[in-house]
């Protein structure tokens, strides 16, 4: 009896398996574009003039409008560049979501099949960022995503090879955007005691998918 029980559950998970990759086919849209010019380590313009943010990651800012850039902010751009500029790409995008500014949130790949998202967070190039958790997409590519930064981190890669100028004892981790803040950011502060995840070190928290907060920039 408890052999056939066993017997079926062999079945029972990959179809459950197969369903949810289904499902998940199903939320994403897939569309071939070409690549008119890469702004910085995570956006880029079509040559439809659409802009494209890439989904699930944050890459350092680079110098705009009179304010300095990240570190690594240009080696982010470069790199981007260097993969993508007037490249024929594919987007798997969740056709639901745009961000704050009207641009499209996607998954990016080569027609090689490089996934650029990661390849950007493999290179310690940019944050994994969970921003968008009610996204289909989001959620079903941040382990993988999550899984190249956790490389990256242990590799000493990019980014990952230097430590920001000055460490703080504890850092908080607001578990609802999972940004996390220096302890003294005012965001910090507004934060529900529930919400709260406390570190002990950034690396902790950016092996866990928390990704820095941009005011305070731990
Ligand atoms: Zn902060």
Not at 15 to 44: C, H, M, N, S
Not at 85 to 97: F, I, T, Y
Not at 133 to 145: H, N, R, V
Request: a positive charge; aromatic letters at 10%; charged letters at 25%.
């Amino acid at each position: 009896m408890k052999a056939i029980r066993r017997k079926k559950l062999y079945y029972i998970i990959p179809i459950t398996w197969l369903f949810t990759a289904w499902l998940v086919t199903l939320a994403l849209a897939d569309e071939t574009a070409t690549v008119k010019y890469v702004i910085d380590g995570d956006t880029i313009i079509l040559v439809d003039g659409r802009h494209v943010r890439y989904q699930g990651i944050d890459a350092p800012e680079i110098a705009h409008d009179g304010q300095s850039g990240d570190p690594f902010g240009e080696e982010a751009r470069l790199y981007n560049e260097k993969l993508l500029q007037g490249r024929k790409v594919r987007l798997k995008l969740d056709e639901q979501h745009t961000d704050h500014y009207g641009r499209i949130l996607a998954q990016v790949f080569l027609p090689d099949g490089t996934w650029i998202n990661k390849a950007m967070a493999a290179e310690g190039l940019a944050y994994v960022c969970l921003y968008d958790k009610e996204s289909p997409t989001a959620a079903s590519t941040f382990k993988e995503l999550l899984s190249a930064q956790r490389s990256a981190i242990s590799a000493k890669k990019g980014m990952w090879a230097v430590s920001p100028a000055k460490s703080e004892p504890i850092y908080i981790g607001n578990n609802r955007t999972m940004r996390v803040h220096r302890p003294d950011c005012p965001s910090a502060r507004e934060t529900a005691k529930g919400n709260k995840t406390i570190f002990h070190t950034r690396n902790d928290a950016f092996m866990q998918g928390f990704c820095p907060c941009r005011r305070c920039k731990p």
